[in-house]
């Protein structure tokens, strides 16, 4: 009976700590979309600035021309 007994505590004993593993992977899962998200805005305002810049360039090489 004792076996049984602790066979059952050590498996309510391996799902408690696979749970808290898998809320800090889900945790940081959405720690790491939020960056994706960010980042990715950056790239797009950084890309619009190029392409304005680019698109001054342009005009400022017809004028020469």
């Not at 939020?34 to 890309?47: D, P």
Request: zero cysteines.
């Amino acid at each position: 009976m004792f076996w049984a007994m602790l066979a059952v505590g050590a498996g309510f004993f391996g799902l408690a700590v696979l749970s808290v593993f898998a809320i800090k992977v889900f945790v940081e899962a959405q720690r790491l979309g939020v960056q994706v998200t960010e980042t990715t805005r950056q790239i797009n305002r950084a890309a619009e600035d190029l392409e304005k810049a680019a698109a001054g360039v342009a005009r400022a090489g017809q004028d020469l021309g």
